[in-house]
DNA sequence: GCCAACGTTGGC
DNA sequence: GCCAACGTTGGC
C-alpha cells in the first residue's frame, strides 16, 4: 500500500465536484508533467491519497482511492500522457493547510513542503499517519 | 497580480 | 548534449 497527495486548484476541479462523482470515480487527467505522470504509474488499486487544493485554500480537505489503474489520459492528444482514476473516500474533519505542515516538525521533508509545484506526489506512511491525525481523522 | 522556481522546448 | 528562451505553477 502506497500513499500519495493529489493537487487541484478548486476553481479547476474540486473537492466537491470529486465527491459528487461518487464510487465511479474521476480520471485525474490533465497532468503533463513526466514525475507526476511516472508516480500515477507506480499507483495501485487500493492505493490512498490525500485531496490536497492549491491556491484557494491550501489544505487538504479529503481522502481519495486510487480505483483504476493507469490509463491514457482521454484529456491529452499525446500517447505519453496517462492518469489514474481517483474516488473519494471521506473528507476531513480539519483541513491541514500548507502553513500546518511547515510548522509540524515530522512533516519537514514532505514534498508539499519542499516541492510545491509538483501536482502528484508520494506521501509516506509515517506522514500519512501525522496528517490524518492533524485533520481529525 | 507578482514573481520565483521549475520544467520543457528548440536552436545550435 | 548544452543552454537560452519561454511557459506554467502556485505561494505570497
Redo the contacts with the bound molecule.
Keep these: 500500500m502506497n500513499y500519495w497527495l493529489f493537487?487541484s486548484?478548486p476553481d479547476t476541479w474540486s473537492w466537491d465536484q470529486q465527491v459528487a462523482k461518487g464510487e465511479e470515480g474521476e480520471e485525474w487527467g490533465g497532468v503533463?508533467?513526466?514525475?507526476a505522470r511516472n508516480f500515477m504509474r507506480a499507483m495501485k488499486v487500493g492505493d490512498l491519497g490525500f485531496f490536497y487544493h492549491?491556491?484557494i485554500g491550501?489544505e487538504v480537505v479529503g481522502i481519495v482511492e486510487v480505483c483504476r489503474e493507469s490509463e491514457p489520459d482521454s484529456t491529452a492528444d499525446d500517447p505519453r500522457w496517462d492518469c489514474v482514476m481517483i474516488r473519494a473516500v471521506e473528507p476531513v474533519v480539519r483541513p491541514v493547510t500548507?502553513?500546518d505542515c511547515?510548522t509540524e516538525p515530522a512533516l519537514k521533508d514532505m514534498v508539499?513542503v519542499n516541492?510545491?509545484?509538483?501536482?502528484v506526489q508520494p506521501v509516506t506512511e509515517t506522514e500519512w499517519k501525522t496528517v490524518r491525525k492533524m485533520a481529525g481523522l
Aim: charged share 40%; hydrophobic share 15%; no cysteine.
Design positions: 493537487k486548484e503533463r508533467n513526466y514525475q492549491s491556491n491550501k500548507l502553513e511547515k508539499l516541492n510545491s509545484r509538483l501536482s
